[in-house]
Structure formats: structure tokens, C-alpha cells
């Protein structure tokens, strides 16, 4: 059995290659420019993770835009928190669910309007940060037109930072991410009937 001294001796060797390992591929990330990043996945935290996201551009100062599709008109933490905040830009669709409005030709309407300022703050080359709240269901549902929005993603500034949330992403989406996050549903406590919460979820 190794001792304690041999155990250390190990985990000193052990952490010193992986540090020349992380060191080398840092080194080697020399590209700086503004990322697409897709959060994806039947998993609970898109939103979270996008306005975390949020929250540490706001801290270094940068201009941000939200534009949060399918949200109804309930009182959501994120907008409460950041939508008086001078960096911040903030637009909600504010028609709610897809199968509460039972509207079609609303709810491509109420799209049409509200990506409307997204698109202008994707040609916008002050505005840092755009999140597009929700934005995979006004594909898969046919409320926005894909290539408009492929278009307006690919001819923004390059040094724009886009995070785009929603479940069941389009694979052309997925194509032109730098960055590509799959959360995975495990347990939701919802399913076992507890009421959604605040502060955890909205």
C-alpha cells in the first residue's frame, strides 16, 4: 500500500501535466471574437444559465440586449432584477404559451414584433450581449422564418456575443454555434405535482 508521501508525490505529477495541458491549450486560444452560444435540452436551467451569462456582462459593463419569446405575463426574477438597469434592453412577447393563446396568427404576430428589436440590436455593433429567450420554439413552430434569423445571426457584428435558448434547436442553429450546451432532464418536480417556484422557476 503506497504511503501518504507516495500518494502526494503522485497527485503532484498528476496535477503538474494537467496544468501543462490546460496551459498549453490557453495559450493556443488566440482567436477573440463574439460567440453564438445555443442552450438546448429538455433540462431545467437554459434561461438560468443565459441570464448568469447576463449578469456577469452587466458586472464588466457591457451593453446587453433581451428579447424573451413565449414569456407571458407573469412576474419573472430576471426582468425584475434587470430591466431598470441602463445596460440592459429588455422586450417581452408577452402573449404567454403557445397553447394558451391558441392563436396562431397572433402568436406569429406577437414573433414577428418582438424579434423585430432583436434583429435591430443584432445590427447594432454597441450592443454587446443579445440573449433570445425561447428563441428554438419560434422555429420549430414556424413563427419566424429560419433563414431571416440565420441571416441576422451570421451578418452580426463579430465581435456580438448572442446566447439563444429553448428546447429542440434546429440543426442549422447547432451548425453556426461556437458554443453548444445539451441540458438532459433527470428528475422535475413538477412531475411529482409541486407547484412551480419563485425564485427557482421564474
Known sequence: MPTSEERALRHKKAMQRKKEHIDG????????????????????????????????????????????????????GEQMLFADNPLVEFHVMNTGFTWETQDRDKDIAAAENTWAHGAAMMKNPEVDVVILDELTYMLTYGYLDKEMVLSALENRPEDQHVIITGRSAAKELIELADTVTELSEKKHAFYDGVKVQKGIDY
Open 25 to 76: 491549450r490557453i495559450a493556443a486560444a488566440t482567436i477573440d471574437k463574439g460567440l453564438l452560444v445555443v442552450l438546448t435540452g429538455n433540462g431545467k436551467g437554459k434561461s438560468t444559465s443565459a441570464f448568469g451569462m447576463l449578469a456577469r456582462s452587466v458586472g464588466h459593463g457591457l451593453r446587453c440586449g433581451v428579447i424573451q419569446f413565449i414569456k407571458g405575463q407573469w412576474e419573472c
